[in-house]
């Protein structure tokens, strides 16, 4: 009888990871569970990512079957958990869906995603966290994407005068600050000033004209990149005609993601190539 109950206990505790026959592998490097909430058992975290500031879609309902989202900026954390193929995506949302309940979280969405897998999201506060569940052949897998939303940190104080610099070193500058909302070209409050040195800029030299350039990262169709980064484009210069710059001064043209000046496969990369330029013409 102990026999077997030794037996017994030691099953039990292997069985998270070696249900079935199944055994997963160690976490990803470099990975660690989020404070958040814990993960669920028999799962291990397959991918991981935490950014500083970033925007993330967010599932927030359904609206003839097609996903309604919501676009949030802040802090942004993924984690993607490979879990034992004995452990159905809905038990594991059912799991989730506890918990945040019990950490004080509001239930925003409950049902089945685009997928057609049970998909959550919940709210407290400024912190969003999404769950998302999908079945493989043998094994299972859930996205957890948490976003505290929060304003950016301005980090970077560009100047008239060190443009002007730059300018007349090689002809052209990178200008970073001015941003849109994600995937329109309307200019967000918090660039105005940045577009306010451009103005001082373009007083102190009268006789410079502009070619304003739009540049975007290599995330998303290519042609909608092109459209978008010349819509920008106009967009900063319909802005300086407004607030005094003779629109015979500049010119706009958008160049998508045909011009990166980083590596788009990491987020600093993708940033950088994010910008609009001046060319002196």
Known sequence: MKRFSTWLLGFVLLAPICAFGQQLEPDEEGCKDSKLVSRMRGC????CSLQEFDSAEILVGLKDGAAVNKTLEG?????????????SPLQIARNLEGALKAAGYKIIFFGKGENEQPTLT????AQWINIAPWPSSDLNYYKQLAVRVQKMTQ????TAAAWAEEINRTGRVAVYGINFDTGKAAIKPESEAVLNELVSLMNANPEWK?????HTDNVGAKAMNQTLSQQRAAAVVTWLAQNGIDKMRLAAQGFGDSKPIADNSTEEGRAKNRRVELVKL
Request: aromatic share 10%; proline share 0%.
């Open 210 to 214: 502009f070619r304003v350039e739009g």
């Open 75 to 87: 802090q942004v954390e993924s984690l993607t958990y490979e879990c034992l193929g004995s452990i």
């Open 44 to 47: 291990r975290i397959w991918q």
């Open 155 to 158: 980090e970077v104080t560009a």
């Open 122 to 125: 919940a709210q407290s506060g």
